[in-house]
């Protein structure tokens, strides 16, 4: 069974644009499945620094299966 990957970060997706290609080429070469970048803006990421999670996708840590997470 083949599950998402999401990685978050900060940004507009019109200049994340060029990056997206090689972020999505080095992901699929080092976990074999498919890669969705969720962007996420200013009011959503001042709720998510407040759960623990934050720490680790600010350190650019966190890579996460879709399912079972919980915000």
């Given amino acids: 069974m083949i599950e998402d990957i999401f990685i978050v970060c900060k940004g ?3 200049k994340l644009d060029d990056k997206l290609t090689d972020l ?3 992901s ?3 976990f ?3 890669v ?3 962007i996420k803006y200013k009011e ?3 709720d ?3 759960r623990s999670i934050f720490r680790e996708i600010k350190n650019g840590e966190i890579i ?3 399912e079972g997470l919980e915000w």
């Fill in 32 to 34: 074999g499945n498919p």
């Fill in 36 to 38: 969705s970048l969720m």
């Fill in 28 to 30: 699929q070469n080092k």
């Fill in 44 to 46: 959503e990421l001042q």
């Fill in 48 to 50: 998510l620094k407040t």
């Fill in 24 to 26: 999505t080429n080095i």
């Fill in 12 to 14: 507009e997706k019109s």
């Fill in 64 to 66: 996460f299966k879709r």
